[in-house]
Structures are given as C-alpha cells and as structure tokens.
C-alpha cells in the first residue's frame, strides 16, 4: 500500500508564493517519477511539473519560469515552489506517483487547495 500525503497549499494573494510538500510511504522500491497536477473549478485536471528519479523536470508552458520542482530521494518527497502566483492558479493540487519498474502503478494524493486572491 502506497500513501501520498501533501500539504502546503493555503491562500495567497497574487503575486505571492507557496510550496507544496508531498511524501510517499509504504511499501516500494523505485518511484520512477513524481509530480503535481493542478484542477481548477470546473476543468479538467492537468499537468503542473513532474520530475524523474534521475531529476528531469518537465513543466506546463503555463507555469515555466514561476514553478520550480524539486525531489528528495532520501525521504522519497517531491516539492512544488510556486511563485508569482496568479489568480488563474487557484485550483486543488494533486500529488503523482509513478511507482514500479516495468508497468509503473500510478498513485494520486488527496490533493491540497491553492486558492490566489487578485
């Protein structure tokens, strides 16, 4: 069984900062990849950041150069600093897990609410 377990989201005003923390545990051996996925009020879940075990990040054009993500494999946690934040921002942040070698199994957190006040 594998946990994902976030926190760090809040309210901000525009132009304010926050970090999202997130830690998996349980019982595994390789989490490939980890990232965060953002879903406003009525759209669709999508892409944030992701970065790799090896530490290759990939970002939504929407959040480069604003976002950063990071990843301790020592305590197998990813971080999302969020920067300059917008009011279009404002969504529930999911944590992702890609855990395995072969056939990755892939895990959600409960997700965190950002909300960014103009």
């Known amino acids: 069984q594998v946990q994902l377990v ?4 809040g309210l ?3 132009g304010g900062s926050l970090r999202l923390s997130c830690a998996a545990s349980g ?3 390789n989490i490939r990849s ?5 879903q406003a009020p009525g759209k669709q879940r999508e892409l944030a950041a992701t970065v790799t075990s090896n530490g290759r990040t990939n970002y939504a054009d929407s959040v480069k ?7 301790d494999n020592a305590k197998n946690t990813v971080y ?8 279009e921002d404002t969504g ?8 395995g070698y072969i056939i990755p ?3 959600w957190g409960q997700g965190t609410q950002v909300t960014v006040s103009s």
Request: contains cysteine.
């Open 6 to 9: 976030e926190s760090g989201g």
């Open 65 to 71: 150069g604003r976002f950063t993500i990071s990843r």
């Open 34 to 38: 980890m990232g965060w996925y953002r």
């Open 80 to 87: 999302l600093q969020m920067n300059s934040l917008k009011p």
């Open 12 to 14: 901000v005003q525009a």
């Open 105 to 107: 199994t892939v895990y």
């Open 27 to 29: 019982s595994f051996t």
């Open 92 to 99: 529930v942040f999911y944590c992702n897990a890609e855990i």
